[in-house]
């Protein structure tokens, strides 16, 4: 584990690399984060989570602040997304603390869904209808709502915000990353709030490390913030089909690591 002062600087630089890569494809970057809290900065566990947590909410809105400028707000599918991340991520938090403070079969669950949408979205080719098509058109928004409160119980659960998974889904069936990335961004954002405010209130009955480290995720945040402006700038020089493959690889390595983890 790194000196205090050390973890905040190598949090926020490793927070704002991640960023760059992973905001294009509307994933905040905390999913390839928690791995590298625990491996890298010591964060104990179950506080990895909120911590990562915190740092959606500090590191998410410069992005979506300059999705906004550029007039990408993701309309009705933001609205779908948090209608069911929301709630999904407030029973995650719980379970997390309450049944699941180590969690290693959730972390072979985890990489055994990822790791074959990875590549499924590696191999896979934008639809000519992409570019047209209006959020939400791809797939029923009952069952948007349901799939979203899914993810959002397991971004409570590991402290990824759902953007990561719901991406994926979103852009593999056919929806552009230019309708996603804002979408996805203001999704984990939102749930995010609702996650570090759980952990938070449920921290004051508990004898184990529940609560965020703040230091640490604030620092990580800011990385992030920078990161994820910078990615969003950047995403409209970048081909749909390039961004398709950088999220294959990103889902992949996060899979991979789930399943590592879980393994050991």
């Known amino acids: 584990m790194l ?3 050390w973890t905040q600087v190598v949090a926020l630089l490793a927070a704002f690399v991640i960023a760059v890569v992973a905001s294009p494809a509307g994933i905040s970057g905390a999913a390839l984060l ?4 625990v491996s890298v900065l010591g964060t104990p566990s179950p506080a990895v989570t909120p911590t990562n947590l915190l740092y959606n909410v500090v590191a998410t809105p410069g992005a979506i602040y300059r999705y ?5 707000t993701g309309g009705r599918l933001t609205r779908l997304l948090v209608a069911g991340t929301l709630p999904g991520v407030v029973a995650g938090s719980i379970i997390r603390v309450e049944l699941l403070p180590g969690a290693r079969v959730f972390d072979l669950v985890v990489g055994a869904v ?4 990875a590549g499924w979205i590696a191999v896979s080719r934008p639809s000519p209808q992409a570019k047209s098509a209006q959020p939400g058109y791809q797939i029923p928004s009952f069952a948007l709502v349901v799939v979203s409160a899914a993810v959002g119980c397991v971004g409570g659960i590991y402290g990824i915000g759902g953007g990561s998974i719901l991406a994926p889904v979103l852009i593999g069936g056919g929806q552009p990353p230019s309708e996603v990335a804002p979408a996805a961004l203001a999704s984990t954002f939102v749930t995010s709030i609702a996650g570090v405010i759980t952990f938070t209130t449920l921290s004051i009955h508990q004898h184990l490390h529940v609560a965020p480290d703040w230091l640490t995720g ?4 800011i990385g992030g913030l920078a990161g994820a402006y910078t990615g969003a700038r950047i995403q409209a020089r970048l081909p749909d089909l390039l961004i398709r493959r950088v999220m294959g690889i990103l889902v992949l390595a996060i899979g991979t690591r789930y399943l590592v983890l879980g393994a050991s």
């Open 68 to 72: 906004w400028r550029q007039g990408q």
């Open 3 to 5: 000196g205090t002062g």
């Open 34 to 37: 928690l791995p590298f809290q």
């Open 218 to 221: 604030i620092a990580l945040g």
């Open 114 to 117: 990822l790791t074959p949408l």
